[in-house]
């Protein structure tokens, strides 16, 4: 998909302002579904609490990272396009809202207008596909330094991967931006429990520029967050996150200290 050229981007308008019309589904939530498709549901973490003690070892960037303690820290320090409300369903997050498409293979999210990250550069559509390039598709040049396993999982293969009949292993087609606060997930096949996946701590939008550095997510790395803390300390024994004060939502009113171990 090339939304450069002029052409096919008037028909991704036309194509959006289409389904919005004609019978999306608008939702600043919804309740996913069971299913068949995705065998693998996405991980949950406990959250971490103040003073607890976790893994000296922690990966923050949690597309690669694999353990519990890395994740429920990254939970905080990062957020995606959707999160799970207490009652485990969907709800908006970095997007204000999103409809789907009568067929269900097309997810249009809107996202929130001035998104900045802890070091107050934007949040911006383009940000966010080339998260999902990282993760999806191998000819990124940020698809390296790790296996992607958890996208694997949840999404059963990467761009250009075809199964025993030729088919494409992912349901995943592509992201793409629309316009300034728009980008579109284009499905081959449905998922019901498209949006719950999404809420995966993995697939958290990280800043782009940062992951051009080597060793991103390490404490020698700098950390730039999208969620509600950002890492203010992190030495060998002890790890502090503060709060984000360019988070979109309610900013946290103290600290969380973690003992490393």
């Given at each position: 998909?090339?939304?450069q050229?002029?052409?096919?981007r008037?028909?991704?308008l036309?194509?959006?302002?289409c389904i919005?019309v004609?019978?999306c589904q608008p939702q600043?939530?919804?309740?996913?579904?069971?299913?068949?498709?995705d065998?693998?549901p996405p991980a949950?973490?406990?959250?971490v609490?103040?003073?607890q003690?976790?893994?000296a070892g922690?990966?923050?960037d949690p597309?690669?990272?694999?353990d519990?303690?890395?994740?429920?820290?990254s939970t905080?320090?990062y957020e995606?396009?959707?999160?799970?409300?207490t009652?485990?369903?969907?709800?908006p997050a970095?997007?204000?809202s999103?409809v789907?498409?009568?067929?269900q293979l097309?997810?249009i999210?809107t996202?929130?207008?001035?998104?900045?990250?802890s070091?107050g550069?934007f949040?911006?559509?383009?940000?966010?596909?080339?998260?999902?390039?990282?993760?999806f598709?191998p000819a990124?040049p940020?698809?390296?330094?790790?296996?992607?396993?958890?996208w694997e999982?949840?999404?059963?293969?990467?761009n250009g991967?075809k199964d025993?009949?030729k088919?494409p292993?992912?349901p995943?087609?592509g992201?793409?931006?629309?316009?300034?606060?728009?980008v579109?997930?284009?499905?081959?096949?449905p998922?019901p429990?498209?949006?719950t996946?999404l809420?995966n701590?993995?697939f958290?939008i990280?800043?782009?520029?940062?992951?051009k550095?080597?060793g991103?997510?390490?404490?020698?790395?700098?950390?730039?967050?999208?969620g509600?803390y950002?890492v203010?300390s992190?030495?060998?024994?002890?790890l502090t996150?503060?709060?984000n004060?360019?988070y979109w939502?309610t900013?946290?009113?103290?600290d969380?200290?973690f003992?490393l171990k």
């Amino acid at each position: 998909m090339n939304i450069q050229k002029s052409p096919f981007r008037f028909f991704i308008l036309f194509l959006v302002a289409c389904i919005l019309v004609a019978g999306c589904q608008p939702q600043a939530g919804a309740t996913a579904t069971s299913s068949a498709q995705d065998p693998n549901p996405p991980a949950t973490t406990s959250p971490v609490t103040d003073g607890q003690t976790i893994s000296a070892g922690i990966l923050l960037d949690p597309a690669l990272a694999q353990d519990s303690d890395s994740l429920s820290v990254s939970t905080q320090i990062y957020e995606g396009l959707v999160k799970l409300d207490t009652a485990g369903s969907p709800s908006p997050a970095l997007a204000e809202s999103w409809v789907v498409s009568d067929d269900q293979l097309d997810y249009i999210f809107t996202i929130r207008t001035g998104l900045k990250f802890s070091d107050g550069t934007f949040i911006t559509p383009d940000v966010i596909v080339d998260n999902f390039n990282r993760w999806f598709e191998p000819a990124s040049p940020l698809h390296t330094g790790g296996d992607f396993k958890t996208w694997e999982s949840v999404f059963l293969g990467f761009n250009g991967e075809k199964d025993d009949n030729k088919h494409p292993k992912s349901p995943v087609d592509g992201i793409q931006k629309v316009d300034i606060n728009t980008v579109i997930i284009h499905l081959n096949r449905p998922v019901p429990d498209l949006l719950t996946d999404l809420a995966n701590p993995a697939f958290a939008i990280l800043s782009t520029e940062s992951l051009k550095t080597s060793g991103y997510g390490t404490k020698s790395s700098t950390i730039i967050s999208s969620g509600p803390y950002m890492v203010a300390s992190w030495t060998a024994t002890s790890l502090t996150l503060s709060p984000n004060p360019n988070y979109w939502g309610t900013v946290p009113s103290g600290d969380l200290n973690f003992n490393l171990k």
